[in-house]
């Protein structure tokens, strides 16, 4: 491979990897900003939006590990697909959320989508 293409790759790989985690940071500062509506959406008090947001925590830090071992010994890709995918699918469900247990399957979807993503980013990036 010439040095021309190599680093073109390197460096479609370093934005697609970026573009990623920006994407994975928005999907953790989700629920924030929306405090005030699922307060009065849903009738969410402030420690039920907290523990939601804390749910989403507990999530990604139960879940790196476990990522990690699959994204090294199966597939980084793969991992960082579904990291994506689970997101969006958690950020659809935050929307429409119409009760608390429901935001809580939202926030644990979340979570699961934002496990992944350090995991596979990381090797990606070495690579």
Same mark, same amino acid.
């Given at each position: 491979?010439?040095? $021309?293409a190599s680093?073109n790759?390197s460096?479609l790989?370093v934005?697609? +990897?970026?573009g990623?985690? +920006?994407v994975?940071?928005?999907y953790?500062?989700?629920l924030p900003?929306?405090?005030?509506?699922?307060?009065a959406?849903?009738?969410v008090?402030?420690?039920q $939006?907290? *523990? $939601?947001l804390?749910l989403?925590?507990?999530?990604v830090? $139960?879940?790196?590990?476990?990522l990690?071992? +699959?994204a090294?010994a199966?597939s980084?890709?793969?991992v960082?697909?579904?990291?994506?995918?689970?997101g969006a699918l958690?950020?659809a469900?935050t929307a429409?959320?119409t009760?608390?247990?429901?935001?809580l +399957?939202a926030?644990a979807?979340?979570g699961?989508g934002?496990a992944?993503?350090h995991?596979?980013h990381?090797?990606?990036? *070495?690579?």
């Amino acid at each position: 491979m010439s040095s $021309a293409a190599s680093t073109n790759e390197s460096s479609l790989v370093v934005s697609l +990897v970026g573009g990623s985690h +920006v994407v994975n940071h928005m999907y953790f500062m989700l629920l924030p900003p929306i405090f005030g509506a699922l307060k009065a959406d849903l009738g969410v008090s402030d420690p039920q $939006a907290g *523990a $939601a947001l804390g749910l989403v925590g507990v999530v990604v830090t $139960a879940l790196q590990l476990p990522l990690g071992y +699959v994204a090294d010994a199966y597939s980084r890709t793969a991992v960082l697909g579904l990291s994506l995918s689970m997101g969006a699918l958690g950020a659809a469900l935050t929307a429409t959320a119409t009760s608390y247990p429901w935001l809580l +399957v939202a926030a644990a979807v979340t979570g699961l989508g934002i496990a992944g993503h350090h995991p596979a980013h990381y090797p990606l990036l *070495a690579a």
